[in-house]
């Protein structure tokens, strides 16, 4: 059965970075779009980025735009997300998942999701 397991995340001041990673197990990943969300407490689970199969085609948030970086590495079955600058409106729980359609935000277009990793940013 396929599963994906996120880790990095952690605490952080404000202006740090963070480097979340998502490995899934199985052949298919490659074939897969891949997105991470985030859900902050009482909150509903919003999107933050995703990419294509093949990492040419990256899709972002407007919040999270110009400070994180989504990529993958298909040969390690591995989907990365580089977050600078964070504020503490970032703390959240951070999901990775994965899609057979093209990068996009609507949560219900991923089939599979990994069990998150808490990002918690002070101020």
């Known amino acids: 059965q396929v599963q994906l397991v996120e880790s990095g995340g952690g605490l952080v001041q404000a202006g740090g970075s963070l480097r979340l990673s998502c490995e899934a197990s199985?052949?298919?990943?490659?074939?897969?779009?891949m997105g991470w969300f985030r859900q902050a407490p009482g909150k509903e689970r919003e999107f933050v980025a995703a990419i294509s199969w093949s990492g040419g085609s990256t899709y972002y948030a407007d919040s999270v735009k110009g400070r994180f970086t989504i990529s993958r590495d298909n040969a390690k079955n591995t989907v990365y997300l580089q977050m600078d600058s964070l504020s503490p409106g970032d703390t959240a729980i951070y999901y990775c998942?994965?899609?057979?359609?093209?990068?996009?935000?609507?949560?219900?277009?991923?089939?599979?999701w990994g069990q998150g990793t808490q990002v918690t940013v002070s101020s």
């Open positions: 998942a994965s899609s057979r359609f093209y990068p996009q935000h609507a949560t219900q277009a991923y089939h599979l």
């Open positions: 199985g052949r298919t990943f490659s074939s897969w779009t």
